[in-house]
Nanobody, 121 residues
């Protein structure tokens, strides 16, 4: 019923920039929170940034370099990544807490399929 589709990943040199997008579609009543996570090879998935109606939080490793934003009308979230470093290389996943029209009272957590970001040195 709900899909999250990421785009915008790719290969970039250190110091460069990329903008990731995450489009939500389906029978969406309300999006309560959206965020980005990443998983590098051999490592656990970690929070990059997460935004709710009340606050936005960033991992210490990306503060000042990454910015999360959204276009509510388009139900699309963005992650602007500047001053990229090789250690930012990972698969980036979109995540959201969504209430659907079929179940307005219980928000459920959804994941996108991921998009690869590779930063070369």
């Amino acid at each position: 019923q709900v899909q999250l589709v990421e785009s915008g990943g790719g290969l970039v040199q250190a110091g460069g920039s990329l903008r990731l997008s995450c489009a939500a579609s389906g029978s969406i009543f309300r999006i309560n929170a959206m965020g980005w996570y990443r998983q590098a090879p051999g490592k656990q998935r970690e929070l990059v940034a997460r935004s709710t109606t009340r606050s936005t939080n960033y991992a210490d490793s990306v503060k000042g370099r990454f910015t999360i934003s959204s276009d509510d009308a388009k139900r699309t979230m963005y992650l602007q990544m500047d001053s990229l470093k090789p250690e930012d290389t990972a698969v980036y996943y979109c995540n959201a807490d969504i209430q659907t029209y079929g179940d307005r009272y219980v928000p459920r957590n959804y994941w996108g399929q991921g998009t690869q970001v590779t930063v070369s040195s």
